[in-house]
């Protein structure tokens, strides 16, 4: 009885403690939710790695990789005709980074974290090759960043500039944690539809789907370091293909974050076209040239005609070496900006180009982040090179076949393309410059590859601008550091140029 009463004050005592305590916090608000779920926090991510991927950091690189000229009609000053100089400033991709470190790879440290303490292993690896993913592309792009200090929040908000061959070999060891996560038998949740890529109604399909992307970022990522160690690119690549790894096996697998068709949610790409950057980002005239010498149908799906009216339709591409900037070349057509509406008559000029509003476009196209024809031309390029498993031309005939499927082109069309540049001839070296050539093509739209399959390769053969016209007298290979990180972390210091190389670009 004396312990029945002792409990019963205790209970009681604990009661008034904690409706006292509720009492007195006036300043706790119901209504303001202190931490998200997980279930909420990973579409929140993939969102804004695909707005990375169609953003400053793809219209920079791309530029510099001759996909995209900034010469236009603009009185004043152009950014991507400062861009297409490689004039690029620690301010111009002061919002990129920012967004890529305090937004993207802050929230998927808490995403890794939360889901790891609340027993939801399937998110948590997710979140891991995600990071994997975001960190490849910020080691491609500068060299040496924060990695192991990085995104501590409160704990540190200095990080230290940690190597980037170093990261690299983190980046592997991230990929085989998030697989082993995906792969766990038990997970409070998982993520099969709350995310905005590769969501499905079944958490195995989904798990599938990152399953073999991860391994296929693997491949890349071995892949980058063909110039500086081609032995230890041998030896990865064909390990990891002869593990039964399962990889990308269609474009239904491709990694992308899909946009839709209504205010808000276009691609980025698409609404900066509309807005900020208006007549200043057309296609360049190296890849519109390319795409010419092989009457490449592609072509139909890339570029809008110019002249407008021509039959059959041909194409021009821009560069700032034009005479005189004007409207009058091809644009970007529904592979980057998605659903096209019919052409106005009124607004199409009399020489053929187009005036503002001539076509406009639903912004549902996705932001390519990587793609399975990438796949097919990382393993011809193994095969070629490093004696891995499989046929080059078979691999080379099938990452031609991905892209035309991906641009919605015939198998007619198809066909008739690889009779005439689909077959692989001559020395290594210039199967090689077939490869990564057609590799360039089919990467039209995805975020910095085909700047590292430059740097690394040689590939495709671009006339880089010089001086006075341009700033350096080749293309630049790594970007300067954000102008809020030099001002804000003592531990970061500034490139001398642009010049400086990424640990693997020793072409």
């Given amino acids: ?52 991927g169609a953003s400053d950091l793809f219209r920079v690189s791309s ?10 009609p603009v009185a004043g000053f152009s950014a991507n005709k400062e861009y297409e100089r490689y004039n690029v400033n620690d301010s ?37 090759i995600l990071k994997a993913y ?6 491609d792009t500068w060299g040496d960043v924060p ?22 070999t983190e980046l592997i060891a991230l990929l085989n944690d998030g697989l082993a996560n995906i792969k766990a038998e038990q997970s409070a949740l998982s993520p099969n539809q709350y995310s905005t890529i590769y969501s499905s109604s079944s958490w195995e399909s989904s798990r599938n ?20 160690d ?47 950057f208006k007549n200043q980002f057309f296609p360049h005239r190296y890849l519109v040239d390319l795409m010419n010498d092989r009457e490449d149908p592609r072509r139909s799906a890339y570029f809008i005609p110019f002249p407008y009216y021509s039959e059959p339709a041909t194409y021009k591409g821009s560069s700032m070496l034009e005479a005189n900037p004007s409207l009058a070349y091809s644009r970007s057509y529904r592979y980057l900006y998605g659903t096209p509406s019919a052409v106005d008559p009124a607004l199409v000029n009399a020489d053929g180009s187009l005036k503002d509003g001539a076509i406009t476009f639903g912004g549902d196209s996705p932001a390519r982040l990587m793609n399975f024809s990438e796949y097919n031309f990382i393993r011809a390029e193994a095969a070629l090179r490093y004696g891995v498993a499989g046929d080059a031309q078979y691999f080379f005939a099938e990452g031609i076949k991905a892209s035309f499927e991906q641009a919605g082109l015939s198998s007619q069309q198809l066909q008739t393309y690889l009779a005439q540049h689909g077959v692989l001839t001559g020395t290594q070296d210039q199967q090689l410059e077939q490869i990564i050539t057609e590799k360039y093509i089919a990467n039209f739209g995805v975020l910095v590859e085909p700047w590292t399959d430059y740097r690394r390769t040689g590939y495709p053969r671009l006339t880089p601008l010089s001086q006075p016209q341009a700033i350096y007298n080749e293309v630049p290979r790594s970007l300067y550091y954000a102008q809020s990180e030099i001002n804000n972390n003592p531990n970061a210091n500034q490139k001398s140029n642009m010049l400086e190389r990424v640990f693997w670009d020793v072409q």
């Avoid at 608000?29 to 997980?38: G, L, Y």
């Avoid at 975001?134 to 080691?139: C, D, F, G």
């Fill in 209 to 228: 789907q990152w399953e073999r992307f991860a391994n296929t970022l693997k491949l890349r990522i071995y892949l980058h370091y063909s110039a500086k």
């Fill in 92 to 128: 111009d991709i002061n919002n990129q980074w920012v967004s890529i470190f305090a937004t993207v790879l802050s929230d998927l440290e808490l995403l890794i974290e939360q889901a790891t303490a609340e027993g939801s292993p399937h998110y948590a690896g997710v979140a891991k």
């Fill in 230 to 276: 081609p032995s230890f690119t041998a030896q990865q690549l064909n390990d990891l293909i002869n593990s039964g790894a399962p990889f990308m096996q269609s474009n239904l697998d491709n990694f992308e974050m899909p946009f839709l068709a209504e205010s808000q949610r276009q691609n980025p790409l698409y609404s900066a076209e509309n807005g900020q």
């Fill in 134 to 139: 975001v960190y490849q592309i910020v080691v």
């Fill in 63 to 72: 530029v510099f990789i001759q996909q995209f000229s900034g010469h236009g």
């Fill in 1 to 52: 009885m004396k312990a029945l009463t002792v409990g019963a004050i205790l209970a009681v005592g604990l009661n008034l403690f904690t409706s006292c305590s509720q009492f007195l916090d006036v300043n706790e608000d119901p209504n303001n939710i202190k931490k998200a779920q997980i279930s909420q926090m990973l579409p929140s991510i993939t969102v804004n790695v695909g707005y990375m």
């Fill in 147 to 168: 990695f192991y200090e990085a995104s501590k929040h409160t704990a540190n908000f200095y990080p230290a500039f940690d190597d980037d061959e170093a990261i690299y």
